[in-house]
């Protein structure tokens, strides 16, 4: 089974534009989260994916591969699909690009789902943590995830899933971290089905699978890391690098 990893990554992020080019620890966010990636050793090739010249060459010019998009793309699922259509892969794992602190542990686990998927009931497999702070849980920027006794997801959004209505009833929170590992199909099939009402409210990718019937198998990790969305959160990632 040949297994790569595309890191998707657009230079003007609408919350904090240039995020990826930003000096973390003397490197840069998109490098910093490349050579986790490479570091893993669980991929036969890491590429960052990018319709920005400044990060094609930040990777290059650091002995890294880069693919140039052709096309402007909705979402990183659309702009990975675009890459991979002529490699040979069976599985392709995207890594956000701000996800510097990318570890083979969780990733590891969420490899592991394919070797007992004999029926190919999964399409796609990806990540939650589970937290347990009120702020957290109720940031819109924070996208919660349930699922069901086998860990599919059942739905992602940015308000607090479930809703505590009774409060003694032991919910429990998990965030989605956004590390999917796509079977190459599903990862096509997704380029040519059309947004939905629902992804298009929440801004969330992943539910246009959900909408289309796919099932996403959840791994639950207990590396929290740190995702740069935020001028904060360069400064929570550098004091954590430290």
Known sequence: MKIISMIPARYSASR???KLMQNLAGK???????????????????????DSTIIYNEIINHGGKAIMSQKEHESGSDRIA??????DCDIVVNVQGDEPFTERESLSKVLEVYKDDTKNEIDLA???????????????????????HKNFALYFSRSPIPYP????AGARYFKHKG?????????????VLPMQYIEATEKIECIRYLEYGKKIKMVET???GVEIDTPEDLERAKKLWK
């Open 16 to 18: 904090f534009p240039g």
């Open 28 to 50: 840069s966010v998109i490098l910093r989260t490349y050579e986790a990636t490479l570091a893993t050793n669980l991929f036969d090739e890491v590429y960052v994916v990018t």
């Open 82 to 87: 675009e890459a991979v259509a002529n490699i």
């Open 126 to 148: 990806s990540l939650m943590v589970e937290i347990t702070d009120w702020d957290e849980i109720s940031n819109p920027n924070t996208v919660k995830v349930i699922v069901d």
């Open 165 to 168: 209505r009774d409060k003694e």
């Open 179 to 191: 590390i999917y590992a796509f079977r190459k199909q599903a990862l096509l099939d997704f380029t």
């Open 222 to 224: 207990k590396v929290q």
